[in-house]
C-alpha cells in the first residue's frame, strides 16, 4: 500500500520539486493556484511522473460532461472512512493538474481524480485505476469536444478490456455503450434529465425507444442494462435491495445521482453505502458552486452551468418565481468559443422570474430570451444587476470563466 516504499526515481523527484516551485511562484504572482503549469513542467522533466505518483495509490477516475467535480469530492470524503486521499479537488483535470495533485500526496492510501472527458483513456493507462465512474455525455463546446458520440467511442475503445471496476449510469445510453467493452461493470440507475444527446442508438444509428425510463433500439437489441444501483428519491438502493437515506448539503436531484454513483464507488473499496452516504453530508460547497454569498446586503447563490444538460438541471433547483435570476454567459477558450449551444436550452422555464443578463456574450443571451418571451434587463456589471433585483435570495447561474469572475467580485 501506499507509503511502503519510495517509487520515486531521482529524476521523478526533481520533477515534484521543480513543479512545486513553478506553482507557488505562479501564485505569488497572483495567477491562479498554479497547479497546471506546475503540472506541466514536472511532466517536461519526467513524462512518466504521473505513472509514477500513482502506483502506490488505489485510483478511482471520475468523468463526465456534467457532475465530475462534485462526484469526485463526494467520492474522496467517503473513501476518507477508510484512509488518506489525495485528489485534484480544484477541477484541474488534465494529465498536468492531476499530476501536481498528485505530487503533493505522499502519504495518500487513495487517488480520487476527475478527468477531462478527451483525457480518460491515457489517465487510466498511466494510472492503472481500480475503478473508473461514467455519469454521463452530452454536448459541451461545440468547438472543442468532439461530437458525443465520438466521445462515447474513445471511451470504449480505451476502456476495453481495463482491469478497472467501470462504475456507469445506465440511464444515459452513450455511457452505457461507452462502458460496455469492459469485462467489470457496476450499472447505477442515476436518471438523465436531458436526452438530446441519444435519440439515436450509439451502436447501429437507429432511433431509440424510450418507454417511461426504459430505453433500446428498436433495430440492433442494444438496450438499458439493469441496474444494481439506483437512485429512489431521497434514498440510494443497494444490490441487497437496502434502502440508504440521502442526506446532503447540496441542492437537486443532480447531486442525488452524484451520491448514488458515489456511493457504488465507495462500496468497490469496501466502505458501506450508510458510512458513505452520512460521510457525503460534510460537503456543503464544492469549488464556490452552491455557495451562498453576501453581497452589497443580498445573499446570492452562486450556481455553475456550463452547457444545455447542467442549465436544465439547474433550473430544476432555483427558488420559484418571482425569485430574481442572474444569468451571466462568456464565451472564452474554457468555455468554447461557439454560444450556438444557447438555443438548446429552454429558457421558458425561467417564466415568472425577474432575469438580468450579464457577461461577455450577454447580447447572445439576450436575443435568445427575446425569442423566449422571457422578461429581462442587460446590465454592465454584477454591482449593477444586484442593485436593480427585487427582493429575495438571487439565483446567479454562470458558465465557467463568467462564474469565476463573478467569484472574485464577490470575494468567494
Known sequence: M???SDPLTPRAKLAVTAGKAVAAASRAAGR???????????????????????????????SATNGKTTTTRLIAEALRAAGP?????????????????????????????????????????????KCIALLNLSRDQLDRAAETRMLAENWREGLAGSKAVVVANCDDPLVVWAASSSPNVVWVAAGQMWKDDAW????????????????????????RPTPSWALSGDHVLDPHGSAWPIHLQLPGRANKANAASSAAV????????????????????????????????RDLRLLLAKNPAGWLETFSLIDPPPAPVIL????????????????????????????????????????????????FQVCESLDQAVQLCPPGRIEVIANYTAFQDLRRRVGN
Not at 522533466?45 to 505513472?51: F, I, T, V
Not at 439515436?200 to 438496450?223: A, I, L, T
Not at 458501506?272 to 451562498?292: H, I, K, N, S, T
Open 200 to 223: 439515436s442508438c450509439p451502436s447501429c444509428g437507429g432511433v431509440m425507444q424510450r418507454p417511461g425510463d426504459d430505453w433500446y433500439c428498436g433495430e440492433c437489441g442494444f438496450r
Open 32 to 62: 491562479g493556484s498554479g497547479s497546471v503549469i506546475g503540472g506541466k513542467v514536472a511532466l517536461r522533466l519526467d513524462p512518466d511522473l504521473l505513472a509514477r505518483l500513482a502506483q502506490n495509490l488505489d485510483v478511482v477516475l471520475v
Open 2 to 4: 501506499a507509503g511502503n
Open 266 to 297: 465507495a462500496a468497490v473499496f469496501g466502505v458501506p453505502p450508510q458510512v458513505a452516504l452520512e460521510r457525503m453530508y460534510q460537503v456543503q460547497a464544492v469549488a464556490g458552486r452552491y455557495d451562498v454569498v453576501q453581497f452589497q446586503n
Open 328 to 375: 451571466s454567459v462568456n464565451a472564452r477558450g474554457a468555455d468554447g468559443t461557439d454560444t450556438s449551444w444557447l438555443w438548446d436550452v429552454d429558457y421558458t422555464r425561467l417564466t415568472g422570474h425577474p432575469i438580468f443578463v450579464l457577461g461577455d456574450r450577454k447580447l447572445d443571451l439576450a436575443v435568445r430570451l427575446e425569442v423566449a418571451n422571457q422578461h
Open 85 to 129: 486521499v489525495v485528489s485534484n479537488a480544484l477541477g484541474a483535470n488534465m494529465p498536468a493538474g492531476i499530476t501536481s495533485a498528485l505530487a503533493g500526496g505522499s502519504d495518500a492510501k487513495f487517488g480520487v481524480i476527475e478527468v477531462d472527458e478527451k483525457y480518460l483513456a491515457g489517465v487510466a493507462r498511466d494510472t492503472d485505476p
